[in-house]
């Protein structure tokens, strides 16, 4: 038997198996369809040949997968999206200080009611929050009543958050 780490016994290796492999004729001895003589030396050197070309290949796919995951996983600079240069704040100062009609067809009450509305939600306790007006909170609420826009629509308009209109 022989004594290398593929265990191949010579002795029942076929004829084709070296022709496949590659191996010169002249170095083998066929008598009776079976090899009588093998350069013991080859088996290894086979081995190695394939076992290097195998690890080249898995290292080849493996570089490239990992790469594949580090572009994937890759968080690009966020563009912002509420880029207007009139915020809700501005909308809602620019609605107050404007034309009395533009108040009605957008938020569906007049300047004096929208007033009263403040006054009123002020004294039940609600205030500014840390990022958004009274004034803005409650345009938010009468724009999406008379609307009837949908959340995104309504934080295009307000240059909010979709969670900002939905509070």
């Not at 369809?33 to 081995?47: A, C, N, R, S, V």
């Not at 966020?78 to 704040?89: A, D």
Request: with cysteine; net charge negative; hydrophobic share 40%.
């Amino acid at each position: 038997m022989a004594e290398h780490p593929l265990d191949i016994d010579e002795e029942f290796v076929e004829w084709d198996t070296i022709v496949d492999c590659g191996q010169d004729v002249d170095e083998v001895e066929v008598i009776d369809g079976e090899i009588e003589e093998i350069d013991d030396t080859y088996p290894m050197t086979q081995f190695r040949s394939q076992f290097k070309l195998q690890f080249e290949a898995l290292y080849a796919i493996s570089v490239t997968i990992i790469e594949a995951i580090a572009l994937a996983t890759q968080r690009a600079e966020p563009i912002p999206y509420h880029t207007s240069i009139l915020s809700g704040e501005g909308w809602m100062l620019e609605l107050l200080n404007g034309h009395p009609k533009r108040i009605p067809t957008e938020l569906g009450v007049h300047k004096h009611v929208f007033k009263i509305l403040v006054d009123e939600l002020q004294r039940h306790g609600f205030n500014h929050s840390k990022h958004i007006t009274l004034e803005e909170q409650l345009g938010i609420f009468l724009y999406t009543a008379v609307t009837g826009l949908t959340i995104r629509h309504v934080g295009e308009r307000f240059q909010r958050l979709n969670g900002t209109i939905s509070k």
